[in-house]
């Protein structure tokens, strides 16, 4: 399975940006996608996950800024970020998780936030 994201980049603080990622190859029943973070010198951090079914979980940090959404057709994620801050300055990572419980890791795209 290879994930391939798009949409990363610099936004200034207040705005709003859009991650997607397209799982492709050799797939099994994906079950989860999501996209996890990881800021310079912290560990990779959960951001939001989504089912098969559309059951959704965010980190804290972003309920109510941030949308996960998915097309299972497509096997894409997709994330809506907005009111970007400082704090959301991070490598995004897709993920995904098929039925035998196998993850797979996107390659990572850049957000930064200036202010």
């Known amino acids: 399975v290879q994930l391939q994201a798009s949409g990363g980049g610099t936004v200034q603080a207040g705005g709003s940006l859009r991650l997607s990622c397209t799982a492709s190859g050799v797939i099994f029943r994906i079950n989860l996608m999501g996209w996890y973070r990881q800021a310079p010198g912290k560990q990779r951090d959960m951001v939001a996950i989504?089912?098969?079914?559309?059951?959704?979980n965010y980190a804290d940090s972003v309920k109510g800024r941030f949308t996960i959404s998915r097309d299972n057709a497509k096997n894409t994620v997709s994330l809506q970020m907005n009111s970007l801050g400082a704090e959301d300055t991070a490598v995004y990572y897709c993920y995904t998780q098929d039925s035998r419980a196998l993850s797979y890791w996107g390659q990572g795209t850049l957000v930064t936030v200036s202010s």
């Open positions: 989504i089912t098969t079914g559309g059951t959704t």
